[in-house]
């Protein structure tokens, strides 16, 4: 069969054969793949998919694939979960499941994270759980904070142990999820009892709900004389958490953290719930699996990473690959700075040895020998900047949530409101639910609301769920904006209501126009006037400022006074060649297709782009 011509460049056609692209690959990868040369691929997207792309850019699935449709190729677009499953398939490596039978598995501790609203007593919980601990006599070392720690307490008789993630509010636990990864199985939420709930305690509420993740009530300070746990319990039945008394199966438990009253009740009522609504096993005989938690880099020692084994056991020797870093188990301690050489599953361990720092929500898995991990790590980094270059053009944004509509990937506008203070946040949310889309197709859904600035939770609760940020007089705090940039989520800006209404009722419709500015690009000053048969008048002229383009829009002004708008520059000349540009201090021809011209009178020319609406 003869090839295909694409405006000239050949290409054999595929014969429908599959091809598997990472998610962001590039023309350089495509043609790698089919063996072409890329500089074809770029005039082959150019003519027929009309889009200017260079060899190395990261492409959106879709120019992928319509590429591949071009080429008579099936391209199948990885995503880089499915990419991972597989690059560690291909060592014979199934991550995240349990080897073996029913009866390999064991029961393990459950993973506690600690939510709720600022200086209800999270941090003061945290220690106050660990200390009763340690002065129990459970262990002998200096405490040092590793981002996780285990406790023993006694239930009917027997020990149990319980894993407390040692980084309190939602923030690590929400940017775990966005990143696909769940470290937690119980939620203690701390409410003052002195304060009720706020918008914390409400958010958290919503994370561990989004998260599917049992909540245990601990009622705080209740040392106070104005605390009130009654008044908390009525409270949190608005947000369907109804303690047992009251006929639900919440367990409450009225602690004080600075007191030490109750914290033993506590610790029961996480096992209890446990054992009730959960069923933690996992197989401690395999190569261990899990999660990176916290990680810095030690200017002696180098990476520590603080993982917590989620199956298998994990034992100093092993080699480890850690998101991408990698290397060999040199030593692991615990909460306690004690040497341990094993750790079984929910235990938390810092692990020396790895040779860059992982990120928080790394897997970790052990693997046969170093050179396995060390590919898998090398893939996995070559993985990661792919993915962040694609990232850009996937955004989920006011402006293209009608076009990913119509694609069928989402019918709810996912929000999240963040005000200056909480009158405006309500006012806001109840307008634009009032929002009548005119279809029931669509509707708009409000996952996360507060008062404040926007905060990395906000931004990675945005990247786990596709929604749009709407700050209501209020900005990123610190790095976030960059962040936000970075992991591709839209924050939209406004101070007045009734704007913020508009742009998402125009978003709902699909009516969200973009926005164009003027861009001025040159002006040149008409000296002669040519007459040329068939075309009219054409200027002679000197490029006074800038650049006249050929194609550009174009008016005519005469004594500062806009004589004739809205005209092209048809022709453009140097001498006798047609150019596409001239620079300031230049003569030229330009045809604009108007024929009143007069000595003295300015061309100016201009473009309309697109304008980042803020
Ligand atoms: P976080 O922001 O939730 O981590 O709150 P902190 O643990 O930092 O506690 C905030 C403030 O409340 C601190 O001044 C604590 O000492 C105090 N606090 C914490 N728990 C209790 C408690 O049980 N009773 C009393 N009276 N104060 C407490």
Redesign the pocket.
């Known amino acids: 069969m003869q090839a295909p011509s694409f405006g000239g460049v050949k290409i054999p056609s595929g014969n429908g054969k599959v091809i598997r692209l990472s998610r962001g690959a590039s023309l350089a990868d495509f043609g790698e793949r089919i063996d072409v040369n890329p500089a074809s691929l770029v005039q082959v997207v150019m003519t027929q998919l009309g889009e200017m792309v260079t060899a190395t850019q990261s492409l959106p699935d879709e120019t992928l694939q319509l590429l591949g449709e071009e080429l008579n190729y099936t391209v199948e677009v990885v995503s880089p979960e499915d990419e991972d499953r597989e690059l560690l398939e291909s060592f014979s490596i199934e991550f995240g499941e349990d080897i073996g039978s029913e009866e390999d598995l064991k029961p393990r501790a459950p993973v506690v994270t600690v939510m709720?609203?600022?200086?209800?007593?999270?941090?003061?919980?945290?220690?106050?759980i660990r200390n009763t601990n340690v002065a129990s006599g459970e262990a002998g070392g200096i405490t040092q904070h590793i981002g996780a720690y285990q406790v023993t307490t006694t239930v009917d008789g027997e020990e149990r142990k319980i894993t407390f993630i040692d980084t309190?509010?939602h923030e690590a636990f929400t940017a775990m999820r966005a990143r696909g990864a769940q470290a937690t199985d119980i939620a203690v939420l701390?409410v003052?009892a002195?304060d009720g709930v706020k918008p914390q305690t409400a958010e958290a509420i919503d994370h561990a709900k989004a998260a599917d993740v049992p909540i245990v009530v601990a009622v705080?300070?209740?040392?106070?004389p104005t605390a009130d746990p009654q008044k908390v319990r009525a409270q949190l039945t608005e947000y369907g958490l109804v303690a047992e008394e009251y006929g639900g199966n919440v367990q409450f438990v009225d602690?004080?953290?600075?007191?030490n009253?109750n914290i033993d009740q506590l610790l029961e009522a996480i096992i209890l719930t446990a054992d009730a609504e959960l069923d933690l096993k996992a197989n401690p005989d395999m190569p261990a699996q899990g999660l990176a938690i916290e990680a810095y880099l030690d200017r002696g020692r180098g990476s520590m990473a603080t993982v917590l084994v989620q199956r298998g056991t994990l034992r100093v020797g092993d080699s480890i690959v850690c998101g991408d870093a990698y290397g060999r188990v040199r030593a692991m301690l615990d909460e306690n700075g004690n040497r341990v050489k094993e750790a079984e599953p929910s235990r938390p361990v810092q692990v020396l040895g790895l040779t860059n720092v992982p990120s928080a929500g790394d897997s970790f898995l052990v693997v046969k020998d170093d050179r396995v991990a060390r590919q898998i790590a090398q893939q996995r980094e070559a993985r990661e900047r792919f993915a962040q270059q694609a990232k850009a053009s996937r955004r989920v944004t006011l402006d293209n949530w009608q076009k990913t509509l119509e694609e069928g990937q989402r019918e709810e506008l996912l929000l999240i409101i963040k005000g200056d203070m909480s009158g405006s946040v309500e006012a806001l949310e109840e307008s634009l639910l009032k929002i009548d889309p005119g279809t029931d197709e669509v509707a708009i859904r409000v996952i996360g609301r507060g008062v404040g600035a926007i905060t990395q939770n906000d931004i990675n609760l945005a990247a786990s769920s596709g929604a749009v940020i709407i700050g209501f007089n209020v900005r990123p705090e610190g790095k976030n904006s960059e962040l936000a940039e970075r992991m591709g989520v839209d924050i939209r800006y406004y101070s007045v209501i009734y704007q913020a209404i508009e742009e998402v009722e125009a978003a709902l419709k699909g009516m969200l126009k973009p926005e164009y500015e003027e861009v001025q690009l040159g002006t040149a000053e008409i000296r002669e006037i040519f007459k040329v048969p068939r075309v009219g008048n054409v200027a002679g002229a000197v490029v006074r400022s800038g650049v006249i383009k050929r194609n550009a829009k174009a008016r005519l002004i005469r004594d500062g006074v806009v004589v004739s708008d809205n005209l092209t520059v048809e022709s453009l000349r140097r001498f006798k060649d047609d150019v596409t540009e001239v620079r300031e201090g230049f003569e030229c021809g330009i045809g604009i297709g108007y024929n009143d011209i007069r000595v003295e009178d300015i061309i100016e020319t201009f473009e309309m782009r697109e304008k980042p609406r803020d």
Do not use: C, M
């Open positions: 709720g609203h600022v200086d209800h007593g999270k941090t003061r919980l945290l220690d106050a309190p509010g701390v003052a002195d705080n300070k209740i040392d106070l602690i004080s953290a600075k007191e009253l």
